[in-house]
């Protein structure tokens, strides 16, 4: 039960307290987690620690040991802390494998065509890859490092629901044309990892003990949510007011029209619910127009897809820029619980960032399959209000209630799933009728 020392060749198990007490080979960092008492010669069931991490995980904090760390960021132990995690070979190690899935990601998978069977396909090839990465991982540094590994991997998707819906309201209400998400998604992708990197040499502890950030994160987006659930008149034929309802519903009945020779094919009716008011009246298009004047550019430069445009002979952002820029404060605000629960739980940044490298390409095809879900289903905003109150409330009162991170995602799911049942069942009621 006595202090662990690096390079150990066997693990030592803390049984007085009941926890693991664990030596990394070539590892600095000792890891510790609440687990059943092992007897004496019983093999640790890593499987089931961790299941029972991951059920137990808490959404929204507090975070002790970051309110408790005092160093500054980029210096003194974390620093220490992020070079000793790992041996330098398994740095380089994936480091290789980052750089060649990032290659094979540019020249081969962004080129494929962008249809709803696509990128479910894509959701399946990436969780392979990243079980592919965590079998090297469990090979290489054996099976505790392997399933602590997973542990990380599956916190990162229980996590993910909430960045997922944010990432859909911020393409909604900046209309983000299809054909440039991709990139967008892709350089947002490459920040994600640049950010977990800052936050492993301790940004994100002093991040949380800004308390501000996290109750402001919840205000914000209850007040999204709430914009959202207020009724949104459409605008019907000779632009009359008709009743908002789910875009199945409204799909059938401009085709009714469109048979009876009604309507004009584009004439009246809303052709894209996902899309919110205009994209120039946005408060972040608006804080920019201020902040930038001249140098600011309320449009998408589609034909080189750029996130700089010169325009009478000045370089512009335009709005390709601004959506990649709010992906990175997605990630900064909304990465920030998920990188503080894994620090705590794993504590090895090794594991900490190659997980959530992996898990980073998953969440975005993940991303990819619940855009198509509102885009493919007709679901009105009214789902995505609900689920962003819901997300909102839960942060503003998470410091005092326990809340279940897995709970959060099955909530969040759930609301999507029930939207997408309700809304196929009156579209295929207004189609029969």
């Known amino acids: 039960g006595g202090p662990a020392v690096a390079g ?94 990032l290659v094979v990601d540019a020249s081969v998978l962004q080129l494929l065509p962008e249809t709803a069977r696509t990128n479910l396909v894509l959701l399946v090839f990436w969780v392979l890859v990243s079980s592919a990465v ?85 205000v914000w987006l209850i007040y999204n949510g709430t914009r959202l659930l207020v009724p949104r008149p459409a605008l019907g034929a000779a632009g009359t007011v008709v009743r908002e309802t789910s875009r199945g519903a409204l799909d059938a009945e401009k085709k009714a029209k ?13 052709e894209d619910d996902s899309v919110l008011d205009d994209v120039t009246q946005s408060p972040i ?20 897809e750029s996130v700089l445009t010169v325009v009478r002979q000045r370089v512009v952002l335009n709005l390709l820029g601004v959506v990649i820029l709010c992906l990175f404060v997605i990630e900064a605000l909304f990465g920030l619980d998920i990188a503080l629960v894994k620090s705590e739980a794993l504590n ?17 095809a993940m991303f990819l ?14 789902t995505l209000g609900t689920v962003l109150f819901f997300f909102g409330t839960e942060l503003l009162v998470a410091r005092v209630v326990r809340v279940s991170a897995v709970f959060s995602a099955f909530v969040a799911m759930s609301i999507l799933a029930s939207s997408t049942l309700v809304s196929w069942f009156f579209s295929d009621v207004h189609l029969k009728a």
């Open 369 to 382: 399959v619940v855009r198509d879900t509102f885009n493919n289903w007709g679901l009105s905003l009214r």
């Open 134 to 218: 965590g079998v090297e991982v469990w090979l290489r540094m054996g099976p505790e490092d392997g399933s602590r590994w997973v542990e990380g991997f599956m916190l990162e998707l229980v996590y993910a629901p909430d960045r997922i819906f944010v990432m859909h309201l911020l393409f909604s209400a900046l209309n983000t044309p299809r054909r440039l998400m991709a990139k967008a998604l892709f350089v947002g992708v490459l920040g994600a990892i640049g950010i977990r990197f800052l936050f492993a040499l301790g940004v994100a502890p002093f991040l949380e003990r800004l308390r501000v950030v996290h109750y402001g994160v919840g």
């Open 348 to 364: 090895d940044p090794f594991l900490e960032l190659s997980s959530a490298v992996t898990a980073a390409f998953v969440v975005r």
């Open 285 to 304: 298009v608006c804080a920019l127009r201020w902040l930038l004047d001249s140098r600011f550019g309320e449009f998408y430069d589609e034909e080189t």
């Open 8 to 101: 150990a060749a066997a693990p030592e198990w803390n049984l007085a307290v009941g926890a693991p007490h664990v030596a990394h080979v070539g590892h600095g960092v000792d890891a510790a987690a609440p687990v059943r008492p092992a007897q004496s010669g019983e093999v640790p069931d890593f499987e089931a620690q961790v299941w029972s991490h991951v059920a137990s995980a808490r959404k929204g904090g507090p975070h002790p040991s970051a309110a408790a760390s005092a160093d500054p960021f980029f210096q003194g132990s974390h620093m220490r802390r992020l070079a000793l995690s790992a041996p330098m070979a398994d740095w380089y190690f994936m480091a290789a494998i980052v750089t060649l899935i």
């Open 258 to 270: 469109l048979s009876a020779g009604e309507v004009a094919q584009g004439d009246g009716f809303v």
